[in-house]
């Protein structure tokens, strides 16, 4: 059974950065495409970053380009997401999903930016901005 379990969210400034970690158990992360999503009152999931399977590329929402970073240890089979210059609007429950089927490796897959893409989420974490 795929667990994943985000940690590291909290309440930052403006300006700020927080990093994220998604800690997976029943999969390897090393061969699988991870995402993170978010999600705020009265807003749809808003894709934010993935990285391929290969890890040869990256993926980005266009809000978070430049300041948002995805990475991954294969040894702790966790993905981190680094949040810097943080904004107020990025104030979101942040998701991490795994997507075991996604094979699209190239700079152009949109797939990624699809929900319905990814198979297993965890539970959330808290990320709040003020100004």
């Known amino acids: 059974q795929v667990q994943l379990v985000e940690s590291g969210g909290g309440s930052v400034q403006a300006g700020g950065s927080l990093r994220l970690s998604c800690a997976a158990s029943g999969l390897t992360i090393r061969r699988t495409a991870m995402g993170w999503f978010r999600q705020a009152p009265g807003r749809e999931r808003e894709f934010v970053i993935a990285i391929n399977w290969s890890g040869s590329n990256t993926y980005y929402g266009d809000s978070v380009k430049g300041r948002f970073t995805i990475s991954r240890d294969n040894a702790e089979n966790t993905v981190y997401l680094q949040m810097s210059s943080l904004k107020p609007d990025d104030t979101a429950i942040y998701y991490c999903?795994?997507?075991?089927?996604?094979?699209?490796?190239?700079?152009?897959?949109?797939?990624?930016?699809?929900?319905?893409?990814?198979?297993?989420w965890g539970q959330g974490t808290q990320v709040t901005v003020s100004s």
């Open positions: 999903a795994e997507a075991p089927k996604l094979g699209c490796s190239g700079s152009q897959c949109t797939e990624y930016y699809d929900p319905d893409e990814y198979d297993d």
